[in-house]
């Protein structure tokens, strides 16, 4: 009888143990199920923060530390190719002054908005002589080594003899495809009402670019 009793209460045990487990169970999964859409929350808004932050990153840098542009002609072949795409570095003239040769992203000397890329030929007070082509500066006798220019001067654009003086602040430019391009020498159009690049105008140098090939300037 001892016997049959003790069997009748490991059974009621095991019985109260399992019933128990299950209700433990039972509680832990509706808990899971109420934390699923705090989780879901949480994750979104982990996601939403990260989108907002990379955008915040993007703005600043191309506001403060690079110049995204295109040149949409040929005026720059052949160190940039029409339909490319490049970046400025904005900062490239915060400890220096713009040099010689430098290609640089600019703002219309006009007074709107237009993006111009073009290389710097002439320095603030800078005289400049256009004669058959070449480029004299300061009338230094030795015309000014334009290793980078895509073909040999020609036609009235190139060949019509001009002077120049660059007023203080100011800037002379060309492009390198000295056939085609409308800038400082305000032949082939009149692009700007001010033929000279205001220091502020600047907006940075080119580096490189990065469609439709990868390469830096010079």
């Known amino acids: 009888m001892e016997n049959k009793d003790k069997k009748i209460e490991t059974?009621?045990?095991?019985?109260?143990?399992?019933?128990?487990?299950?209700?433990?169970?039972?509680?832990?999964?509706?808990?899971?199920?109420?934390?699923?859409?705090?989780?879901?929350?949480?994750?979104?808004?982990?996601w939403v923060k990260l989108v907002v932050l990379a955008v915040g990153i993007a703005f600043f840098i191309n506001s403060f530390i690079i110049v995204n542009a295109s040149v949409p002609t040929g005026s720059m072949r052949p160190t940039i190719p029409d339909r490319t795409r490049l970046i400025a570095f904005r900062l490239s003239y915060t400890f220096s002054e713009p040099e010689r040769l430098d290609v640089i992203v600019f703002n219309s000397p006009d007074g709107t908005r237009t993006r111009y890329v073009k290389r710097i030929i002439g320095l603030?007070?800078?005289?400049?002589?256009?004669?058959?082509?070449?480029?004299?500066?300061?009338?230094?006798?030795?015309?000014?080594?334009?290793?980078?220019?895509?073909?040999?001067?020609?036609?009235?654009?190139?060949?019509?003899?001009?002077?120049?003086?660059?007023?203080?602040?100011?800037?002379?430019?060309?492009?390198d495809n000295r056939n085609d391009s409308q800038d400082s020498r305000g032949l082939g159009g009149d692009p700007w009402d001010n033929l000279f690049v205001p220091e502020g105008n600047i907006m940075g140098r080119a580096i490189f670019t990065y469609f439709p090939r990868i390469g830096g300037i010079r």
């Open 124 to 175: 603030p007070n800078d005289v400049i002589n256009i004669i058959d082509g070449m480029v004299f500066i300061n009338d230094d006798p030795t015309p000014l080594d334009e290793w980078y220019l895509y073909e040999p001067p020609a036609g009235p654009l190139s060949l019509t003899p001009q002077t120049f003086t660059v007023p203080e602040g100011h800037f002379f430019v060309m492009g």
């Open 11 to 46: 059974v009621e045990s095991i019985i109260a143990d399992a019933k128990k487990t299950s209700g433990a169970e039972g509680d832990d999964s509706l808990a899971l199920v109420s934390e699923k859409p705090t989780s879901l929350k949480s994750e979104i808004f982990s």
